[in-house]
Nanobody, 121 residues
Framework: QVQLVESGGGLVQAGGSLRLSCAASGIIYSINAMLWHHQAPGKQRELVALITANLTTTYVDSVKGRFTISRDDTKNTVYLQMNSLKPEDTAVYYC???????????????WGQGTQVTVSS
């Protein structure tokens, strides 16, 4: 079984920074895209950033220039560096990875449990 475990959330003042981490563990043959989503209270979960296996990155417009997604494939870990945080960034942040468990298996979606990020004004 594959597990994704997130860390790094917390409370920060507006303008501050946080770095989220998400480590994948278990039986893993390869990891394709790795993604971060967030879900604010009363809103739908939305994609924040993604990074492909060849390190192509994509960001939602609201975080461009402030957030940076990266990955360390030696550790099966994806990071989200969040700078210049705003109160509207407050949400639960979820990591998501497209993982092939064995050479013959299909790519499946895996999700972390979520980590709370709260930005005070």
């Amino acid at each position: 079984q594959v597990q994704l475990v997130e860390s790094g959330g917390g409370l920060v003042q507006a303008g501050g920074s946080l770095r989220l981490s998400c480590a994948a563990s278990g039986i893993i043959y390869s990891i394709n895209a790795m993604l971060w989503h967030h879900q604010a209270p009363g809103k739908q979960r939305e994609l924040v950033a993604l990074i492909t296996a060849n390190l192509t990155t994509t960001y939602v417009d609201s975080v461009k220039g402030r957030f940076t997604i990266s990955r360390d494939d030696t550790k099966n870990t994806v990071y989200l560096q969040m700078n210049s945080l705003k109160p509207e960034d407050t949400a639960v942040y979820y990591c998501n990875a497209k993982i092939r468990a064995t050479m013959r298996s299909q790519i499946s979606d895996y999700w972390g449990q979520g980590t709370q990020v709260t930005v005070s004004s």
